[in-house]
């Protein structure tokens, strides 16, 4: 599932069952780059389940903007935010709802194991049968 939407602060949108609240935009300067990020509340049935933090990354000696998204993951999916715009008119980002992703993480392990499974059944299943030369000799 996904949605993009285009909100003033304060502004809360619903999406994939949750209510996303764009709190304030962050501005902070680091040694190499500027970041303009925005607080996201995530609620679910009323209550805060996270707060994510998007965001657009402007590097001075590249003069190139690269985005960031942040991540919620839980059980039931994977939320995942990154910002199209962000300035003193609003804020406009993408939400994408991965559901069930725990289920591709269950898949993959159960595939990893199914050969060492196999092998023990098959050792527990292997039957040793008298060599008939040396029960001969004997």
């Known amino acids: 599932i996904t949605g993009v939407f285009a ?4 502004d809360t949108v619903r999406f994939a069952s949750m209510d996303l609240m764009y709190l304030e935009p962050v501005t902070r300067q680091e040694a190499n780059r500027e970041v ?5 509340i995530v609620m679910r049935g009323g209550e805060q389940v996270g ?4 965001a657009l990354n402007d590097y001075f000696m590249q003069g190139q903007t ?3 998204p942040s991540v919620a993951m839980s059980i039931g999916g994977d939320l995942y935010l ?9 804020l406009t980002f993408k939400a994408i709802w ?8 269950a898949g993959g392990l159960l ?3 199914a050969p060492l499974l196999a092998w ?3 050792k527990r299943d292997r039957v040793v049968e008298p060599d008939e030369e040396r029960v001969g000799a004997s």
């Open 7 to 10: 909100v003033q602060q304060f």
């Open 36 to 40: 303009h990020a925005a607080k996201i």
């Open 51 to 54: 707060v994510l933090e998007p």
């Open 66 to 68: 690269i985005g960031t």
């Open 82 to 90: 990154t910002i199209d715009r962000i300035d003193a008119d609003g």
């Open 98 to 105: 991965f559901p069930y992703v725990w289920m591709v993480w």
């Open 111 to 113: 595939i990893s194991l």
């Open 120 to 122: 023990l059944l098959k």
